[in-house]
């Protein structure tokens, strides 16, 4: 079941994707090379528990950790280590799920570490983003779930490059997942209708080589089979009678990259 949610709970999760964002724009200071995913997680914490957020991945089936930080061919749930150092050129994939007063915001974003990438990695990232944004683009009243998941694999694919087909974005609420499950492929016009109160996190997850992946000997890296280069990135939504409301963009716009 889809649980719809009331003006009080979407304010609740407006709130917790704000300071959240919050936390990933500050975040970018740390990511340079010689830092270590272990540190850039313990300081994601604190600043969490600062503005008064819990950290709902830690504890999470077992998971010690408030982020997962992904590195380059690590698609997602990348486990923070003090033996996985940041170098020049990496790409960092960093997706934290906080509540504020028992509601919940997920959100992931991408970084650079050191020099500018080359334009092909640029590239990437940006279909990245623009498929993120085509699929919150569906995020509307009245569409279907798979006009998201439709988008985003058009967009991905037109440009030369797969999506991954063993996760999926989905609900949240309460709950750090709750239903529906949303895909980033297929056909446009399936699943439920989308109505007023929905909240969706939307979590488009490619590749630049094949699309199969594999979990490694930690139990919950993803990363890719071929070690091909992966991005990911999130955002909460909100289905309104209206435009889609994003809750963990500062300005709640969608286009372009916000940290």
């Not at 300081?43 to 992904?70: D, F, H, M, N, T």
């Not at 940041?86 to 974003?109: E, H, P, Q, T």
Request: charged share 25%; proline share 4%; net charge negative.
């Amino acid at each position: 079941m889809i649980i719809i949610k009331n003006k009080f709970s979407i304010a609740k999760m407006e709130k917790a994707g704000q300071l959240l964002s919050e936390v990933l724009k500050d975040v970018s200071s740390l990511i340079k090379p010689g830092v270590s995913t272990f540190e850039v997680n313990a300081w994601i914490e604190q600043e969490l528990r600062s503005k008064g957020l819990v950290p709902r991945a830690k504890g999470y089936r077992g998971y010690r950790y408030a982020s997962c930080i992904s590195v380059n061919d690590a698609v997602i749930h990348g486990v923070p280590s003090s033996d996985i150092i940041l170098k020049n050129g990496d790409l960092v994939k960093i997706d934290v799920i906080a509540s504020w007063k028992g509601y919940c915001a997920d959100m992931a974003r991408m970084f650079f570490v050191g020099s500018a990438a080359s334009q092909e990695i640029e590239n990437f990232v940006q279909v990245a983003q623009q498929a993120l944004d085509k699929g919150i683009e569906k995020a509307r009243a009245g569409n279907r779930l798979s006009d998201i998941s439709a988008a985003i694999q058009r967009e991905v694919e037109q440009n030369g490059f797969q999506v991954v087909r063993d996760f999926a974005g989905h609900g949240i609420g309460k709950s750090v997942h709750e239903e529906p499950e949303i895909p980033n492929y297929g056909k446009p016009g399936e699943g439920p209708i989308l109505q007023p109160g929905m909240v969706l996190a939307i979590e488009p997850m490619i590749t630049m080589g094949s699309f199969e992946v594999e979990v490694i000997d930690d139990g919950w890296t993803v990363k890719t089979k071929d070690k091909s280069l992966a991005a990911h990135v999130e955002d909460t939504v909100v289905i309104t009678e209206g435009e889609p409301r994003i809750l963990t963009r500062c300005n709640h716009q969608a286009g372009g990259i916000k940290l």
